[in-house]
């Protein structure tokens, strides 16, 4: 069974550009979340898609934003990059279940801004 | 809310000793607890979860964890630690209403043979 598949797995950026990225989840989960990973500020949660809706959201600035497509594919955008969002960046799915929800991560997409 | 603590950004051991990664919580419903492992330039993997079926739980790569819930605790162990474990180990915690898990800032398991 193919696992959680996240496009590009590196790329770099310069400042002021923006990029966008890309995860396809396992067959069958509907639930898609993202997450930021840094040195400084450990695994932060940037928001969650289920049927194409935006059911979670963390606490970064508008700047980041993302979609799901009816086929369950998620991408996430980050607009007007800065230096300080150098990071991995993380995909996660999962079965819709509430409390004992267990996350499937792919690789990740490693981000450098310049 | 919730809330997780994870004592300890590094803890390092010898190859053969006891590993122990602590992880405090903080929900004010029962909660579901995780440990997930993350090995370099790799995502995370689920070690173990506690749904409330036992307080013992047993997981992948002969780790274990016991939820004491007067200490509010989910300390993640393993008799015998190898040259392989060395990773990045999250706990997370959710409650039966919440969809995303939180997790803790992670630990850093260093094996030196």
């Known amino acids: 069974k193919a696992g959680v598949t996240q496009t590009p797995r590196y790329l770099i950026k310069t400042r002021g550009q923006q990029v966008t990225l890309s995860c396809s989840p396992i067959?069958?989960?509907?639930?898609v979340s993202w997450y930021q990973q840094t040195p400084g500020q450990g695994l932060q949660f940037l928001f969650e898609?289920?049927?194409?809706?935006?059911?979670n959201k963390g606490n970064f600035p508008g700047r980041f934003s993302g979609r799901q497509f009816s086929n369950s594919r998620s991408e996430m955008n980050v607009s007007t990059l800065e230096l300080g969002d150098s990071a991995l960046y993380l995909c996660a799915s999962s079965f819709d279940s509430p409390g004992a929800n267990v996350l499937t991560f792919g690789a990740g997409s490693r981000l450098t801004v310049l | 809310a919730q809330s997780v603590t994870q004592l300890g950004s590094h803890v390092s051991v010898s190859e053969g000793a006891l590993v122990l990664l602590r992880c405090n919580y903080s929900s004010s419903v029962p909660p579901y607890l995780f440990w997930y492992v993350q090995y370099p330039n790799q995502g995370l993997q689920l070690l173990l979860k506690y749904t409330s079926a036992a307080t013992l739980v047993k997981g992948i790569n002969g780790f274990e964890a016991e939820f004491k819930k007067s200490e509010t605790s989910f300390h993640l162990t393993k008799p015998s630690a190898h040259m392989s474990d060395a990773a990045e180990y999250f706990c997370?915690?959710?409650?039966?209403?919440?969809?995303?898990?939180?997790f803790g800032r992670g630990t850093s398991l260093i094996v030196h043979p």
């Open positions: 067959s069958g989960h509907r639930s």
């Open positions: 898609y289920f049927s194409e809706t935006q059911r």
């Open positions: 997370a915690v959710s409650d039966v209403r919440g969809y995303i898990p939180t």
